[in-house]
């Protein structure tokens, strides 16, 4: 609770929260002597209403005062920049230390670049400032399904169209020696030159505009100074924020010449995603997507992911409906006309299990074996499914598979 221990000049201080002239400061800061600035609230209320974020700066400051390098075992020691200190706001570390981790792969954390600026004139998604969604956590489309209306519709066309291309302009960066933190790079000005906003950045403290799953991350790899190597696979998630509607896509890549079962892991993830969106129609049931994914991705000897789902999308980034990728799940509901969602099945080469790494985000195979996956947000039809963000004429032909014309 904020006390009133310390004395606070209303005169000078406003609240952290409302603006209001304040009284109150947090013990925490307190006890940490942080500035007085920032820390000072009006009332309790405002005080608990800020606490998810507001707590972000005491682990900063331990951060701050008790490292200055950490031993990440890819080279004897590197600078703890203020963007591992990022991606570690909001409660994300386990620990204020980086901890002892028992590594399930080859692959480790590298550095992290600062946070990209956004510009002033960019519409912004809600938590592009805060680091919190409020909007999207109590809304009512997180237990019903949105029927879009057809400007709403229209809005996601473009944005999905947008999100294609950004993601396009990634892939064809892909080459050894290319760090993932210059794919970020790529894909955080190509969606603000089209005028959106990526919407992966600073969503609940995530600290970069798309995420980057190089060889055992299944998802939500954060982009760092770490180079592509010859051999490895990477995906690419991207998601724009457009005219107040969300696009979402993703794709894996191979890195220089990659072995026979990398690319057979990464085909049946992208066939697991085409059979998947065959089905697409008014009148299925959600369940159906996971029973596709899983009978095509076991009969080809690999597993699904189980932890993580599609996901219904449109003003809000995450929403109803959810859609499990594995076999036997219990989805509810069935598909409507005008209803827009994500299908991502994540295939593992081992088992399906995952793990966490330290930093909160990134999920990887629990056995360290490669993982691959694909993204399409989709818009359920009267007579079908519209692939929103599908592939382009310009898009590059980075799949041996795929007919090059």
Request: net charge neutral.
């Amino acid at each position: 609770m904020a006390s009133e221990s310390d004395v606070v000049d209303t005169s000078t201080l406003s609240c952290a929260n409302c603006g209001k002239p304040a009284n109150l400061q947090c013990p925490k800061c307190v006890e940490l002597k942080l500035p007085r600035e920032g820390s000072a609230f009006c009332t309790q209320e405002c005080f608990k209403f800020s606490w998810s974020s507001h707590k972000s700066l005491h682990l900063k400051a331990k951060l701050s005062s008790s490292l200055s390098t950490v031993d990440l075992g890819h080279q004897s020691s590197v600078s703890l920049g203020e963007g591992w200190l990022y991606c570690l706001k909001g409660g994300r570390a386990r620990t204020p230390k980086l901890p002892h981790f028992d590594w399930t792969g080859t692959l480790r954390p590298y550095p992290i670049s600062s946070k990209r600026i956004v510009p002033a004139h960019i519409d912004k998604p809600d938590w592009a400032d805060g680091g919190t969604p409020i909007v999207e956590p109590s809304s009512d489309f997180q237990r019903i399904v949105e029927i879009k209306s057809p400007d709403l519709i229209q809005r996601m066309r473009e944005t999905c169209h947008i999100a294609r291309e950004v993601l396009d302009a990634a892939a064809r960066i892909i080459q050894p020696g290319v760090t993932t933190d210059e794919i970020d790079r790529v894909v955080h000005e190509a969606t603000i030159a089209a005028g959106g906003y990526p919407s992966p950045l600073n969503y609940h403290f995530f600290p970069k505009s798309c995420c980057t799953s190089v060889n055992e991350v299944i998802c939500h790899g954060i982009p760092d100074a770490r180079k592509l190597e010859d051999g490895d696979i990477v995906n690419v998630d991207v998601t724009v924020y457009y005219k107040g509607v969300h696009g979402d896509l993703n794709e894996t890549y191979f890195v220089g010449n990659v072995d026979e079962e990398s690319r057979q892991l990464v085909k049946c993830t992208y066939e697991c995603l085409e059979k998947a969106i065959s089905i697409v129609k008014p009148g299925v049931r959600f369940r159906e997507i996971g029973e596709v994914i899983n009978r095509h991705a076991s009969m080809s000897g690999f597993s699904v992911v189980k932890s993580y789902c599609g996901h219904g999308i449109g003003e809000l980034f995450h929403c109803a409906p959810n859609i499990p990728h594995y076999g036997r799940n219990k989805a509810v509901g069935v598909m409507k006309a005008g209803q827009t969602f994500t299908i991502e099945p994540m295939i593992n080469a081992g088992v399906w299990r995952d793990r966490m790494w330290p930093d909160g985000w990134t999920a990887v195979t629990a056995d360290g074996k490669r993982s691959a996956q694909f993204e399409h947000t989709l818009l359920v039809t009267e007579t079908g499914v519209e692939v929103l963000s599908g592939r382009l004429p310009t898009s590059p032909n980075v799949f041996p598979w795929l007919n090059s014309s």
